[in-house]
């Protein structure tokens, strides 16, 4: 399952005031904001099966609360398992 729409990108401007942290970094074309879209895209092919669908929908968001803390959950998560942890959700 993929967190961000597979389209090109071309727009380069700041985020604006009216759009959430993922409509910007769905939409961007920045190379930093495409290094953090790969990583989460990697991240999520890591995440359970059974949850990827919850955690995507909370990704996708327009409420910034929720795609932060889909953030960090996913974040954590891969830092648990790189340390060897078993995890489940």
């Given at each position: 399952?993929?967190?961000?729409?597979?389209?090109?990108?071309?727009?380069?401007?700041f985020m604006k005031n009216?759009?959430?942290?993922?409509e910007f970094y769905n939409?961007?074309?920045?190379?930093e904001v495409e290094s953090?879209?790969?990583?989460?895209?990697?991240?999520?092919?890591?995440?359970?099966?059974?949850?990827?669908?919850?955690?995507?929908?909370?990704?996708?968001?327009?409420?910034?609360?929720?795609?932060?803390?889909?953030?960090?959950?996913?974040?954590?998560?891969?830092?648990?398992?790189?340390?060897?942890?078993?995890?489940?959700?």
């Amino acid at each position: 399952m993929i967190v961000f729409d597979n389209i090109k990108r071309t727009d380069a401007s700041f985020m604006k005031n009216s759009e959430s942290e993922f409509e910007f970094y769905n939409r961007s074309s920045k190379p930093e904001v495409e290094s953090v879209r790969r990583l989460i895209e990697e991240f999520i092919s890591h995440y359970p099966e059974k949850e990827v669908i919850e955690l995507v929908h909370r990704l996708r968001s327009t409420d910034n609360a929720n795609f932060r803390s889909a953030v960090f959950e996913l974040f954590l998560h891969e830092a648990l398992l790189r340390q060897g942890y078993t995890l489940s959700i």
